[in-house]
């Protein structure tokens, strides 16, 4: 990054105003973390689905479910992608990011697109908790990162045409969950919830870093279904993403999506409404 300019006389000044968040988040309704984990006694598992190395899967996630991601084999990243059943709503990562920060871990929310922006998901376990942010400002599970693409992978290899990227796989894991044309579906996939990944920014040049994953086989994220969701998970060529993107050199391992019905929901649970705001953009009719 090239910078042309002698700085002003008040360059310092100006850099020591203090900032203020952008998105308070006090007057969201709390997360009833004592309520969720109490309904995970008795559950049942219904359904698993193994997410092979450097491809995706899909799978169906009712209202009121829990679903885990889980480390089998090895260390791996995967990249997440949420709808609602019918597919009108999608995971909204930069709203996600605004609201609840550059890395997400137990009590966070995960918001829906625009007009209806709820929460899809609720995040109610994570086993890598402990991590935090490291001495290089970098934490686990982020939604700064996009995804890895064929498309980015083609301007930099100088015309590469890779078909594992996450873009990729998530676009035919959708395609044939929902017998969806390719173009179809590839205009639904969206940027991830980066699940196990580890990144943060550089402080000299601000590109997007990331490092080995701390995940280990037994470590899962876990969430609740807060309405019918579909989910797709891309099990990354990037393995633990210690290295590169897009990569059949890289050591890759599956990744297992369990989905688990309680007994009952949550104490006073109910399936969050679509957003308030009337749609009208102060546009008279």
């Not at 870093?209 to 994953?213: F, G, H, Q, R, V």
């Given at each position: 990054?090239?910078?042309?300019?002698?700085?002003?006389a008040?360059?310092?000044?100006?850099?020591?105003?203090?900032?203020?968040?952008?998105?308070?988040?006090?007057?969201?309704?709390?997360v009833?973390?004592a309520?969720y984990?109490?309904?995970?006694?008795?559950?049942?598992?219904?359904?698993?689905?193994?997410?092979?190395?450097?491809?995706?899967?899909?799978?169906?996630?009712?209202?009121?479910?829990?679903?885990?991601?889980?480390?089998?084999?090895?260390?791996?990243v995967?990249?997440?992608?949420?709808?609602?059943?019918?597919?009108?709503?999608?995971?909204?990562s930069?709203?996600?990011?605004?609201?609840?920060?550059?890395?997400?871990?137990?009590?966070?929310?995960?918001?829906?697109?625009?007009?209806?922006?709820?929460?899809?998901?609720?995040?109610?376990?994570?086993?890598?908790?402990w991590?935090?942010?490291?001495?290089?400002?970098?934490?686990?599970?982020?939604v700064?990162?996009?995804?890895?693409?064929?498309?980015?992978?083609?301007?930099?290899?100088?015309?590469?045409?890779?078909?594992?990227?996450?873009?990729s796989?998530?676009?035919?894991?959708?395609?044939?969950?929902?017998?969806?044309?390719?173009?179809?579906?590839?205009?639904?996939?969206?940027?991830?919830?980066n699940?196990?990944?580890?990144?943060?920014?550089?402080r000299?040049t601000?590109?997007y870093?990331?490092?080995?994953?701390p995940?280990?086989?037994?470590?899962h994220?876990?969430?609740?279904?807060?309405?019918?969701?579909?989910?797709?998970?891309?099990?990354?060529?990037?393995?633990?993403?210690?290295?590169?993107?897009?990569?059949?050199?890289a050591?890759?391992?599956?990744?297992?999506?369990q989905?688990?019905?309680?007994?009952?929901?949550?104490?006073?649970?109910?399936?969050?409404?679509p957003?308030?705001?009337?749609?009208?953009h102060?546009?008279?009719?």
């Open positions: 990054m090239t910078r042309d300019h002698t700085p002003p008040d360059a310092d000044a100006r850099r020591a105003i203090a900032p203020v968040t952008c998105y308070p988040t006090e007057s969201l309704p709390p009833d973390l309520a984990r109490a309904a995970r006694d008795g559950w049942q598992m219904i359904s698993e689905t193994i997410v092979p190395p450097r491809e995706a899967r899909c799978f169906d996630i009712p209202a009121g479910h829990f679903f885990r991601i889980i480390s089998t084999e090895g260390p791996q995967g990249d997440l992608n949420l709808w609602s059943a019918d597919l009108t709503e999608r995971f909204y930069g709203k996600t990011r605004a609201l609840h920060g550059t890395h997400l871990t137990t009590g966070a929310r995960l918001w829906s697109s625009f007009p209806t922006m709820r929460p899809l998901a609720t995040i109610t376990n994570d086993t890598l908790d991590y935090g942010f490291d001495q290089y400002g970098c934490g686990v599970h982020d700064i990162g996009t995804r890895c693409d064929p498309y980015t992978h083609n301007l930099l290899s100088k015309g590469g045409q890779y078909h594992h990227c996450c873009h796989n998530l676009t035919r894991a959708l395609s044939d969950a929902r017998n969806l044309p390719q173009d179809r579906a590839e205009a639904l996939v969206h940027d991830v919830l699940v196990f990944m580890c990144t943060g920014f550089s000299q601000g590109q870093l990331m490092k080995a994953s995940v280990r086989p037994g470590d994220l876990e969430f609740f279904a807060e309405i019918d969701l579909l989910g797709a998970l891309s099990a990354c060529p990037g393995g633990d993403c210690s290295a590169e993107h897009s990569s059949d050199a050591a890759c391992y599956p990744l297992l999506v989905v688990y019905r309680p007994l009952s929901p949550p104490q006073g649970w109910r399936a969050p409404l957003n308030g705001y009337d749609r009208s102060g546009i008279s009719r």
